[in-house]
């Protein structure tokens, strides 16, 4: 169980705004966001087939126990490895032209009604991801996230060199929370957390209201031992669908059932709280 004064030390007491710090892998969408995108980098020449294989078979081990920090050091390595030497415009380019293909079917829809709940109450939603930048920032402009906060890697001459200059995993997720709640003037006592695995534990006890979702066994057992609410997402939703810009002849109408479609989420958000 985490130590409660751990946990309260963790925290960024003050009198500021409320936010709400969403993992995204398996949290927001079901899959590796980095490895979801093997297919196009491979059809763009950035790797082989042998690291597609690779990334299928670390995506299945993903899926089918989440992963622990051994994994996710080794995940590290194999990702900044593959990836250097690449065109730093060519990722940003390749992530642009495919983010709704790739990222559409993998949205869930719990998470998507959450993320409106909390619009709703004027909180701040920031996406914290150990994926990098140019992979996560895209997918959290499309979900509507005010912020996003993940690994950046080292570019020299506009080239990825396959260093790291900032890993957003872990307490690096705390440094990147604390950051931001300096400049937003967050109130971390006040704010939410949301994440699937227990390498997260740092972030949800940065937080005044931490909650797991789809969480791994440990993060599962630190849960109910805290008294943490345990939420399961499951359903695939259309973001592409939910983000459609309305038609001249449904302005009115789209206004008129703007409030209702938010409020929808927010008895969603209700009914999840108390499936625990």
Same mark, same amino acid.
Not at 77 to 89: I, K, Q, S
């Given at each position: 169980?985490?130590?409660?004064?751990?946990?309260?030390a963790n925290?960024?007491?003050?009198?500021g705004r409320?936010?709400a710090f969403?993992?995204?892998?398996?949290?927001?969408i079901a899959?590796?966001?980095?490895?979801?995108?093997?297919?196009?980098?491979f059809?763009?020449?950035?790797?082989?087939?042998?690291?597609v294989l690779?990334?299928?078979?670390?995506?299945?081990?993903?899926?089918?126990?989440g992963?622990?920090?051994?994994?996710?050091e080794?995940?590290?390595?194999?990702?900044?490895?593959?990836?250097? !030497?690449? +065109? /730093?415009?060519? &990722?940003r %380019?390749v992530?642009? *032209?495919?983010?709704?293909?790739i990222? =559409?079917? #993998?949205?869930f829809?719990e998470?998507?009604?959450?993320?409106?709940?909390?619009?709703l109450? !004027?909180? +701040? /939603?920031?996406? &914290?991801? %150990?994926?990098?930048e *140019?992979?996560?920032?895209?997918?959290? =402009?499309? #979900?509507?996230?005010?912020?996003?906060?993940?690994?950046?890697?080292?570019?020299?001459?506009?080239?990825?060199?396959?260093?790291?200059?900032?890993?957003?995993?872990g *307490?690096g997720?705390?440094?990147?929370?604390?950051? #931001?709640?300096?400049?937003e003037n967050?109130d971390l006592?006040?704010?939410?957390a949301y994440?699937?695995?227990?390498?997260?534990?740092?972030?949800?006890?940065?937080?005044?209201?931490p909650t797991?979702?789809?969480?791994?066994?440990?993060l599962?057992?630190?849960a109910?031992?805290n008294?943490?609410?345990?939420?399961?997402?499951?359903?695939?939703?259309?973001?592409?669908?939910r983000?459609?810009?309305?038609?001249?002849?449904?302005?009115a109408t789209?206004?008129?059932?703007?409030?209702?479609?938010?409020?929808?989420?927010?008895l969603t958000?209700?009914?999840?709280?108390?499936?625990?």
């Open positions: 169980m985490l130590d409660s004064v751990t946990a309260e925290r960024q007491p003050g009198n409320v936010a969403f993992d995204l892998d398996k949290t927001i899959k590796s966001s980095t490895l979801a995108f093997s297919k196009p980098f059809d763009q020449g950035l790797i082989n087939r042998r690291s690779k990334s299928s078979y670390a995506q299945f081990l993903f899926l089918l126990a992963a622990d920090h051994d994994q996710m080794r995940m590290r390595t194999h990702l900044t490895n593959m990836c250097a !030497g690449w +065109d /730093v415009e060519q &990722v %380019a992530v642009a *032209e495919t983010l709704h293909d990222v =559409d079917p #993998l949205v829809a998470a998507a009604d959450l993320i409106a709940d909390h619009k109450r !004027g909180h +701040d /939603v920031i996406v &914290v991801s %150990a994926s990098g *140019e992979v996560v920032t895209p997918i959290a =402009d499309a #979900l509507g996230a005010d912020h996003a906060a993940a690994t950046r890697m080292e570019v020299k001459d506009g080239r990825f060199t396959g260093e790291v200059d900032f890993y957003c995993y *307490e997720k705390v440094d990147a929370i604390r950051e #931001l709640a300096r400049r967050y006592d006040r704010s939410f994440s699937d695995s227990v390498t997260d534990l740092p972030m949800l006890a940065a937080v005044g209201h797991a979702v789809n969480p791994d066994r440990a599962r057992k630190e109910a031992g008294g943490w609410p345990i939420l399961t997402f499951s359903n695939p939703v259309s973001l592409r669908a983000l459609q810009p309305p038609s001249r002849t449904t302005v789209t206004a008129a059932l703007s409030f209702g479609a938010l409020a929808a989420g927010a958000y209700g009914l999840l709280r108390r499936r625990r």
